[in-house]
């Protein structure tokens, strides 16, 4: 399951670095984490690291983009083979 950002964000800037896989960036009125990209940090680090970093806790499991460990894992290798 891919991340989301809600609308307590208030657009503190630290979640954006922390993301490996840059699916976070500055959207029309708080920060959105796009699900192609988010893989929950699988294959980087134990836990989300925007999570970690969160002063709200405004960083939550995207309802509409359920997927497994094994799931978040291949898209973390289709998004590696892709840099190479």
């Known amino acids: 399951m891919s991340l989301l950002i809600n609308d307590e964000c208030i657009n503190c800037d630290v979640c ?3 993301c490996p ?3 976070i960036s ?3 009125e ?3 984490i796009a699900p192609n990209l988010c893989t929950e940090c699988v ?3 134990a836990e ?3 999570i970690e970093v969160c002063p709200v ?3 939550i499991k995207d309802p509409g983009h359920s997927e497994t460990n094994d799931q978040l894992q291949l898209k ?3 998004l590696i083979s892709k840099r190479a």
């Open 16 to 18: 954006e670095p922390e």
């Open 21 to 23: 896989n840059g699916a």
């Open 26 to 28: 500055q959207g029309d």
């Open 30 to 32: 708080i920060y959105v």
């Open 43 to 45: 294959g980087h680090f």
């Open 48 to 50: 989300p690291q925007c």
């Open 57 to 59: 806790n405004c960083i």
């Open 76 to 78: 973390y290798q289709q």
